[in-house]
């Protein structure tokens, strides 16, 4: 079972950057469905804890990082939705990731927002990066303490996202948030903590 830590607000520091279209209301009008994708992830290992790990291992590691990131985010997302304080729907990520596994998808870098958009047939998409000092799911954390021994609260979590329009691709909102300190149980947790303020400026919701 996974250690469980507990995010200590007084000893923590945080660093928030937002940004909303300022036709966000009016661009969003017509926005019916959005989705998330995996998120881009990043877990930052100190040299002990590399060396005993393959490139394989990490790639993997950082893959169920991503994706673990994903669904707490819909997670959080689809809290919001039934106590109706979401607008639009979300479009669930197993048809998501269906969908970008279908059409060979692999590295999203590669595809602009309106192509990844366009191609779940959604109106706007969820997209971002995280990175990390330790993984935060269960069974990264659990395969990462096994593997290299390691165990402990994550230092320091940075979260970039970004809602970019279906159409031309047009970002619509960016929110940055990196936070330092004793980081909660799980990215369930994590999202609560990395989310709680930004929802009060995201155009989506009430």
Same mark, same amino acid.
């Given at each position: ?6 995010? &200590? ?106 192509e990844i958009a366009q191609l779940l047939n959604v109106d706007a998409i969820i997209?971002?990066?995280?990175? %990390? ?14 593997? $290299? ?13 970004? $809602? &970019? ?8 909102? &960016?929110?940055?948030?990196? $936070? ?12 609560? %903590? ?10 989506y919701t009430d």
């Amino acid at each position: 079972m996974a250690m469980l830590f507990l995010f &200590n607000l007084n000893s923590a520091l945080a660093q928030t950057n937002l940004y909303q279209h300022p036709e966000f209301d009016q661009k969003t009008a017509d926005h019916k469905i959005i989705a998330i994708i995996p998120f881009d992830a990043s877990v930052n290992l100190r040299p002990k804890q590399m060396k005993d790990m393959s490139p394989e291992q990490m790639t993997n590691l950082e893959k169920d990082e991503g994706l673990s990131i994903q669904s707490a985010m819909y997670s959080w997302f689809l809290k919001r939705k039934k106590r109706g304080d979401l607008k639009v729907d979300l479009q669930d990520p197993k048809r998501t990731n269906a969908l970008l596994a279908k059409a060979e998808i692999t590295d999203i870098k590669l595809h602009t927002s309106e192509e990844i958009a366009q191609l779940l047939n959604v109106d706007a998409i969820i997209s971002g990066t995280f990175e %990390t000092d330790k993984p935060m799911s269960d069974g990264a954390s659990i395969a990462l303490g096994l593997l $290299v021994g390691f165990w402990g609260s994550t230092n320091t979590a940075v979260i970039n996202m970004s $809602v &970019n329009d279906a159409t031309e691709g047009e970002l619509l909102w &960016n929110y940055n948030k990196k $936070v330092r300190g004793s980081l909660g149980s799980d990215n369930d947790a994590l999202i609560n %903590t990395l989310m709680r303020k930004a929802s009060r400026r995201l155009g989506y919701t009430d």
